[in-house]
Nanobody, 116 residues
Framework: QVQLVESGGGLVQAGGSLRLSCAAS????????MGWYRQAPGTQRELVAR???????NYADSVKDRFTISRDNAKNTVYLQMNSLKPEDTAVYYC??????????WGQGTQVTVSS
């Protein structure tokens, strides 16, 4: 069973930066999209950013111009560079891969805490 392993979360002060990484434990072929989601306590999981196989990216309005998603296809890895972090960015961040347009793989989540 292929797993997605996330890293890079932690505690940072407002205005700081973090870089999240998500790598597959084994090669996954035909990945259509990779994305990052987040969930704060008492809220629903929401899309933060995603990148499609052709390179197109989408961002939530709340993170535009602060976060950047990128991918390394050879390593089956997706990254999320987070700059100018705000306390409202505090959440558990999850990565997701979509294979073949229908199969989903989720990471276990990594905590990001931004102090004011």
């Amino acid at each position: 069973q292929v797993q997605l392993v996330e890293s890079g979360g932690g505690l940072v002060q407002a205005g700081g930066s973090l870089r999240l990484s998500c790598a597959a434990s084994a090669p996954i072929f035909n990945i259509n999209a990779m994305g990052w989601y987040r969930q704060a306590p008492g809220t629903q999981r929401e899309l933060v950013a995603r990148i499609f196989s052709g390179g197109t990216t989408n961002y939530a309005d709340s993170v535009k111009d602060r976060f950047t998603i990128s991918r390394d296809n050879a390593k089956n890895t997706v990254y999320l560079q987070m700059n100018s972090l705000k306390p409202e960015d505090t959440a558990v961040y999850y990565c997701k891969f979509i294979r073949g347009g229908r199969y989903e793989y989720w990471g276990q989540g990594t905590q990001v805490t931004v102090s004011s």
